[in-house]
């Protein structure tokens, strides 16, 4: 089980043909795992979409990508860094796997239409 503390909420409004609006949410995710008998924190990030669509239905998306930093404090830089660009969750395991130099990380993505 992790953590989850909220660091950063940005609004996106497009004007393109339609005029759309979402919000992103940038969370730092702890956990606590155990290697032979000894316990440390590790740090992940979360980035949450949540988008009202045209019938009026809250979509949501959200990519999890755990384990990834020793510090809170850089999961916060990364977090700020991805939140200054409007990273998304669509392009989130990407720019981590360039900014930590590896394409070996695993996430969790769903995406959720709520009534």
């Known amino acids: 089980m992790s953590n989850r503390k909220t660091v950063r909420k940005v609004v996106v409004n ?62 916060t830089i990364a977090i700020n860094l991805m939140a200054d660009n409007t990273v998304t969750p669509v392009s989130c395991h990407d720019i981590i796997e360039q900014l930590i130099g590896t394409d070996e990380i695993e996430c969790e993505e769903y995406e959720v239409i709520a009534v």
């Open 14 to 75: 497009i004007t393109e043909e339609e005029k759309r609006n979402f919000i992103l949410e940038y969370s730092i995710l702890e956990k606590e795992v155990y290697i032979e008998g000894a316990s440390a924190a590790t740090y992940g990030i979360e980035v949450l979409k949540k988008e009202k669509t045209d019938i009026g239905t809250l979509r949501v998306e959200y990519r999890k990508i755990f384990d990834i930093f020793c510090t809170e404090q850089e999961a």
